[in-house]
């Protein structure tokens, strides 16, 4: 698979986006331990992670929206900043000792929702830096990057720096904000070129036509039942993994973390190696497989009784997971009209992030009902049927649809 080229914008992006997800890493880590130091009530320390979710559920829409909109590349430096200065202002008040649960929901809340319009316009710059050939192995090299700085680099330097003070790994996080939005800002090219809106033209209308051509296409279509069926299961998963591997297993926090590393590892294996089941397979084919694989990963997770089975499960899993993740990314970004995939790319997030609660709230009855290993099975069952959403579009050439502003459609095959 060709590579695209590091010097110039795509260098630029990618340093920025290792940049930010070093810091998100840092801030994602401390919260939690911060929340704990404040209260010892699981409600409200959940309540800080569960603010992860909601804005995408209520912003999410409204900031593909708005990527199309405006220039993606001022708009992603823009948010960068201003995410940069609440947090270097929430590390202030932690220093002085003013952090409170409220103050930790309120930061979660508003950096989510700043980040429903970053990722959706970063989604829609990108094919403007790099040439279509390179798209896709573009889309595993960010995403390998941000998984090396978040998983591998960022979080394990919170304990060493929360020795200076709780309010350090924010202030670490609002650094890397600054410098990922002057990168950001130093790109030369801006928003790609569009057609002019009708008049009269709304934001609802908008975020209207960007669901319109997701549900008319139908690869686009699959790919995002298969996907929100598939978050379902892995929200139950997640919320319950610790508790298979301390408890149904034994493992205790040694295992949970050789767990966690395992599938950290399958990811960046597959951001260098996942292009040859691509070239070998198709985008949407490589989509099928990893689902397939991965239902079979968290059949073994569930039945087998080894942290042994369980660790190499969990590394195919997270391969397989990076395969679906680049190749679902890329395919929305060869498909979706230019002027529309920030909306395009906003209502497929939207509709798949939803099903990840839902998944925690089921993973969590389930353990209680049937026993700490069922949420592992529960979720190989959505996984089942995410895998067989994709069977009507495994097709490799299936129809583009580019509807236009009568939202009539036109078949177009790439």
């Not at 912003?59 to 199309?68: E, K």
């Not at 220093?95 to 508003?110: E, P």
């Not at 978050?231 to 040694?254: C, E, K, Q, R, S």
């Amino acid at each position: 698979m060709p590579a695209p080229a590091w010097r110039g914008g795509f260098g630029r992006l990618w340093s920025a986006a290792v940049l930010s997800s070093s810091g998100d890493a840092l801030r994602t880590a401390a919260l939690p331990l911060l929340a704990a130091s404040l209260t010892d009530r699981p409600v409200l320390i959940a309540s800080v992670t569960a603010c992860g979710y909601l804005p995408w559920i209520v912003f999410g829409l409204l900031g593909g929206a708005v990527a199309d909109r405006v220039d993606q590349r001022r708009a992603m430096w823009a948010v960068d900043a201003v995410r940069g200065l609440l947090v270097a202002g929430f590390a202030v008040a932690v220093g002085l000792g003013h952090a409170s649960i409220a103050l930790l929901v309120a930061l979660a809340f508003a950096l989510t929702t700043l980040q429903t319009l970053f990722d959706n316009a970063a989604t829609a710059l990108l094919p403007s830096l790099v040439d279509q050939q390179t798209l896709g192995s573009a889309n595993a090299r960010l995403m390998t990057g941000q998984r090396i700085a978040g998983g591998l680099l960022g979080a394990p330097l919170v304990p060493l720096l929360l020795t200076a003070g709780f309010g350090a790994p924010f202030a670490a996080d609002a650094v890397t904000f600054l410098l990922a939005a002057a990168l950001v800002a130093s790109l030369r090219s801006g928003a790609p070129e569009r057609e002019p809106r009708a008049a009269g033209s709304t934001l609802r209308r908008e975020i209207a036509g960007g669901l319109r051509v997701l549900w008319r296409d139908g690869a686009l279509r699959g790919l995002c039942t298969a996907t929100a069926l598939c978050n379902i299961g892995m929200g139950a998963l997640i919320a319950t993994l610790v508790v298979l591997v301390t408890g149904w297993l034994d493992a205790g926090t040694t295992g949970y973390a050789a767990a966690t590393t395992a599938y950290t590892v399958g990811n960046l294996a597959a951001g260098v190696a996942g292009g040859r089941l691509v070239a070998r397979l198709g985008r949407i084919r490589a989509v099928l497989c990893a689902g397939v694989v991965q239902t079979g990963a968290l059949v073994v997770m569930g039945t087998v009784r080894s942290l042994v089975a369980l660790v190499s499960a969990m590394a195919v899993f997270g391969f397989m997971g990076m395969v679906w993740n680049v190749n679902t990314t890329t395919l929305m970004q060869q498909r979706a009209p230019a002027g529309m995939l920030g909306r395009v790319a906003s209502a497929f997030r939207t509709l798949a992030v939803a099903g990840a609660p839902l998944g925690a709230l089921l993973g969590g009855a389930v353990a209680t009902a049937w026993g700490r290993n069922a949420p592992a099975l529960l979720a190989a069952g959505f996984f089942v049927l995410s895998v067989t959403a994709l069977i009507p579009v495994r097709k490799p050439d299936v129809p583009v649809v580019a509807p236009d502003d009568d939202a009539t459609t036109a078949h177009v095959t790439r």
